[in-house]
């Protein structure tokens, strides 16, 4: 934007101090988007005031000078090869499904999708341990994307009912004598039925002794809040196998996702055929494409670089004294201070891999790891924290960038515009049938795609984020160097099998619960 702020000599009078009084006063009323603190997606005003600098300019200069040879592309897109374990969600010693249920079992499911994607496979989980009926759980509308989605909006929920169908009994809704069990019903007072006390992992004793009895009594028990609200260990087996039975077979997305999907995945893969979609803004068929080791193939980026996660990093991502101080005013309205990092300086985050790569980082590591011009990138993300500007680095290195918008037609994107869960769903799903997928920063969207790709055995590459910082610091370091560091660095973090361990999630590492030998 063209407003600027100038402060000359003649502030210092008594007039020109309660001029400049009266304007601090009145811009939050002219001005509000400037000040507002609910501005979760978008960035605020006053961060674009001034475009964000490239920070690795001697980098980034070498990067849009590289040249990639056929050998190099070559072993980028080769698919992982077989490793020693492959999937195996179906259990063999799973108890038959008692003739007679305890009761239902309620669960109330706040965050985003794939939070909520976990919340569902726990909740089938404690409704087998508890020998219950399920209600198809009650996703709660988030506050910061205001989604209202129902489960039946994004989950394919006849498909879900029927994979499970001999491991637990579940229904779309309560029979009429329980309609009374709402989401109103219980925001209104203490009710006997709702269990607010599930402790975060709990056991599976927890659930045998403290709600057990409450469906036993009234036929009926409500979990909220749910979400992280069972173990990953000491589980019988064959419960471990049925969480992940929801996870990878039972949680299908619903037609219309699915089609959208696999209209754009085949996009990607066949550029030349775009006439399919009407009204869209593809980029340019570069001339040397179709000659080339990645002809037909495409990489998910997912780009994790919201106001929210820029804010709460403390990091400096190069907009200036401007961001940095809409930044820290974010965070005080948000956090009110109890935010860790902002004791550190950007220097000592960074070593310490604790701040998220902006679009021009992803893109020098994409760059080093051997990706050229000629590669077709899809952008999986909400709206960017800069917007265009912070995006354009990014572009420069990959012209054949996509995304939703650039790829479907506004009629395709009608179904799920302004609904987050479901072009969320969209992203995970073509995240899912890309040929390599990389995140920018660990989340829950991260998390489950990880876990869920390398239960498929699909390349994945997981960046190292104390190397690449420790890297970005060194002001003077040349490309090949760089380049070399980012290779060796990244060897063994491309979908590689990873045992989980202790405490560790089920849903980012599958083995071996969910595996087993090939």
Excluded at 452 to 468: A, F, G
Aim: with cysteine.
């Amino acid at each position: 934007m063209g407003l600027k702020l100038h402060y000359h000599n003649h502030y210092h009078s008594p007039r020109g101090g309660a001029l400049g009084a009266l304007l601090l006063l009145l811009l939050p009323i002219f001005l509000p988007s400037l000040f507002s603190p609910l501005g979760h997606a978008s960035p605020s005003m006053l961060s674009e005031w001034n475009v964000p600098k490239s920070r690795h300019q001697r980098l980034l200069k070498s990067a849009l000078q590289r040249q990639t040879s056929e050998g190099e592309l070559s072993d980028l897109w080769t698919p992982l090869a077989n490793q020693s374990l492959k999937p195996c969600a179906e259990s063999s010693i799973a108890p038959p499904l008692p003739e007679k249920s305890e009761g239902f079992i309620q669960v109330f499911l706040d965050g985003g999708l794939n939070q909520q994607r976990m919340g569902i496979c726990d909740a089938v989980a404690v409704a087998k341990i508890l020998n219950a009926t399920l209600v198809i759980p009650y996703l709660e509308v988030n506050p910061v994307w205001r989604d209202s989605s129902s489960f039946m909006d994004i989950f394919d929920v006849d498909h879900f009912i029927n994979v499970l169908k001999d491991d637990i009994s579940i229904v779309k809704e309560l029979p009429s004598d329980f309609s009374w069990s709402t989401r109103e019903y219980y925001a209104t007072a203490i009710r006997a039925t709702r269990v607010k006390t599930a402790p975060v992992h709990a056991s599976a004793n927890w659930y045998l002794e403290n709600v057990l009895p409450v469906v036993q009594s009234y036929g009926i028990a409500a979990i909220a809040p749910f979400s992280h609200r069972l173990t990953f260990d000491n589980l019988p087996m064959d419960i471990q196998r049925l969480r992940c039975k929801v996870n990878f077979q039972a949680l299908v997305f619903v037609p219309h996702i699915r089609a959208l999907g696999d209209a754009l995945i085949s996009r990607l893969r066949n550029p030349s055929g775009k006439s399919g979609a009407v009204g869209t803004n593809y980029l340019q068929e570069m001339p040397d494409v179709k000659n080339k080791q990645g002809a037909g193939k495409f990489v998910v980026l997912h780009l994790r670089f919201d106001k929210d996660m820029a804010a709460h990093s403390a990091c400096d991502f190069g907009g200036g004294k401007a961001e940095k101080l809409a930044l820290a005013k974010y965070r005080q309205v948000i956090w009110q201070g109890r935010v860790l990092n902002s004791q550190f300086t950007d220097e000592e985050l960074r070593s310490q891999g604790r701040c998220p790569l902006t679009p021009e980082e992803i893109g020098l590591l994409l760059a080093a790891l051997g990706f050229d011009n000629s590669t077709r990138l899809y952008l999986a993300s909400h709206k960017v924290y800069g917007g265009e500007a912070r995006i354009s680095t990014l572009r420069r290195l990959f012209p054949l960038m996509e995304d939703k918008k650039s790829l479907a037609s506004s009629e395709e994107r009608a179904q799920i515009k302004g609904k987050a869960s479901l072009l969320a769903a969209v992203d995970y799903y073509v995240s899912m049938h890309s040929d390599i997928f990389i995140s920018a920063s660990p989340g829950n969207m991260h998390n489950a795609l990880v876990g869920h790709r390398t239960y498929e055995n699909l390349k994945t590459i997981r960046p190292s984020m104390s190397l690449l910082g420790q890297l970005f610091l060194n002001k003077s370091i040349s490309w090949s160097d760089f380049q070399q560091s980012v290779v060796e660095g990244h060897q063994n973090r491309q979908g590689q099998i990873r045992l989980r361990k202790p405490k560790q999630s089920i849903y980012t590492y599958p083995a071996p619960d969910c595996m087993c030998q090939a």
